[in-house]
């Protein structure tokens, strides 16, 4: 079975950009997390899809959305690119019975 | 909100020595995770636990899932080199809800 995939791995923006990144649970699962991962702040959680709903959401601001089509793909939103917002951006799907969550490698974004 | 505290920060060990590592939290948890990271990669699923008191092995590495629900440890027996990265736990509700600890990361010297 094919692990979770994200796309693009790096992605290089400057300030007030937006950008869309994407991910690819593994084959049958129906939920998909977002996490954003900066030195020194650990997994910061930003929202859970399931079934193309919002299930779960962190403390971010709106510029950070999300959605979730109907075979279960991803896709993260960021809009009005801040410095800050520079992390690698992890997606992590799960469906198991046991609804342990699998990680992709994750998109590193540099916002310049 | 739920938090977890997991200590040590880091570590510097001589290869073949043992490592532990655990995380403590206030509230309680149904499942308890091990991932570990390497640099630039996202984190790899190491041990999972599901029962109070449960103790699982894999490989080198065996985990605990406390008593009380609210803590886990993490065992690395004769480290290896390769053993360096940084190592997460995760608590996760029946809700699907996941927190993680900060990491700790681990430094091997040969």
């Known amino acids: 079975k094919a692990g979770v995939t994200q796309t693009p791995r790096y992605l290089i923006k400057t300030r007030g950009q937006q950008v869309t990144l994407s991910c690819s649970p593994i084959s049958g699962h129906r939920s998909v997390s977002w996490y954003q991962q900066t030195p020194g702040q650990g997994l910061q959680f930003l929202f859970e899809y399931f079934s193309e709903t919002q299930r779960n959401k962190g403390n971010f601001p709106g510029r950070f959305s999300g959605r979730q089509f109907s075979n279960s793909r991803s896709e993260m939103n960021v809009s009005t690119l801040e410095l800050g917002d520079s992390a690698l951006y992890l997606c992590?799907?799960?469906?198991?019975?046991?609804?342990?969550?699998?990680f992709g490698a994750g998109t590193r974004l540099s916002v310049l | 909100g739920q938090q977890l505290n997991q200590s040590p920060q880091s570590m510097f060990i001589q290869e073949g020595e043992d490592v532990s590592m655990n995380c403590t939290s206030s509230?309680?948890?149904?499942?308890w995770l091990w991932y570990k990271q390497d640099p630039g990669e996202g984190p790899v699923l190491l041990i999972a636990l599901y029962k109070a008191g449960e103790l699982t092995s894999n490989g080198r590495l065996t985990a605990q899932f406390g008593i009380t629900r609210k803590d886990s440890f993490l065992n690395i027996s004769a480290s290896i080199p390769s053993d360096v990265g940084i190592y997460f736990c995760a608590g996760r509700t029946n809700a699907g809800k996941s927190t993680f600890g900060d990491g700790t990361t681990l430094t091997v010297k040969p």
């Open positions: 509230s309680i948890f149904n499942t």
């Open positions: 992590a799907s799960s469906g198991d019975f046991k609804n342990i969550q699998y």
